[in-house]
């Protein structure tokens, strides 16, 4: 079995290529739903339907974990997938979100005192980062911020154009002297040194976390390592391919093609 990958959009990305540094002998399935994307200004309900569709797709493709790199599909469907389809569907197969990784990340300092979240208006609406900060650590301040147009600036590879929308974004979080923030979008490690020029604080980058941490759980949990195959090969699947797709594709990826599929 391969380990699927699955964001709505050019993020996630990010997630496999670090992915394929840290554990590059198992076999790994991308699939980007790059023609619905961005998911953030989507209902609950309608993230819940994609994330399910692009689930099931995978688990056809014979995946036997999957790691959702979509802030907004683990904010707002993750929970429901785990508890409700898995068991009905696929018991014992996984599926893995990105929000609680990264927040143990964020409070691993014991000092940290106020935290800022810069994220889509979804994951912001969906209060997750506040729950999961909160149940590790009770007296931390959390400041969330929505950034609605870093995602379709980065999916047209506008990241020059970024850098004015970056700092008005980072303004109320600065203004409430956060002393960490977390990057609550797979999207955004692609700003990530000019978001830590401009924020002048330690900034969480997931792309920097989840291979790490995916590493770790492998280790602790054999039963679903042993499934898992072995022989260095990837698949990059996306609903609809556009021009920064390929560039990355190529660029990271060199001669594995790019091919589009229907959810």
């Not at 429901?80 to 996984?94: C, D, F, G, S, V």
């Not at 106020?114 to 209060?127: H, M, P, R, Y």
């Not at 999961?132 to 995602?151: D, S, T, W, Y």
């Not at 401009?198 to 941490?213: F, W």
Request: with cysteine.
């Amino acid at each position: 079995m391969k380990i699927g990958v699955f964001d709505s959009g050019l993020g996630g990305l990010f997630v496999m290529r670090a992915l394929v540094r840290k554990l590059p002998r198992y076999d790994y399935v991308y699939l980007g739903d790059t023609q619905r994307v961005p998911y953030g200004n989507r209902s609950p309900e309608t993230v819940y339907r994609f994330l399910e569709e692009a689930v099931r797709y995978l688990f056809k493709k014979d995946c036997g974990l999957i790691i959702v790199a979509c802030n907004t599909a683990s904010a707002e469907a993750l929970r429901k997938i785990q508890r409700n389809y898995l068991p009905k569907h696929y018991p014992k197969r996984r599926v893995l979100g990105v929000i609680i990784p990264t927040v143990e990340e964020a409070l691993k300092d014991k000092k940290i005192e106020k935290i800022g979240v810069l994220a889509t208006q979804g994951t912001v609406n969906s209060g997750a980062y506040i729950r999961e900060l909160k149940k590790l650590n009770r007296g931390v301040k959390v400041f969330q911020n929505a950034a609605p147009m870093l995602v379709p600036l980065i999916e047209s590879g506008e990241f020059k154009r970024a850098e004015p929308f970056v700092r008005e974004y980072l303004k109320p979080l600065k203004r409430k002297k956060v002393q960490k923030i977390i990057l609550g979008c797979t999207h955004y490690p692609a700003l990530k040194n000019m978001i830590r020029r401009i924020a002048g604080v330690p900034v969480v980058s997931q792309d920097e976390i989840i291979p790490r941490k995916l590493k770790d759980y492998l280790s602790h949990h054999p039963e679903i390592d042993s499934l898992l195959s072995e022989n260095w090969k990837r698949e990059l699947l996306v609903t609809d391919i556009t021009p920064e797709y390929v560039r990355f594709s190529r660029k990271w990826f060199g001669k594995t093609k790019l091919k589009t599929v229907e959810l």
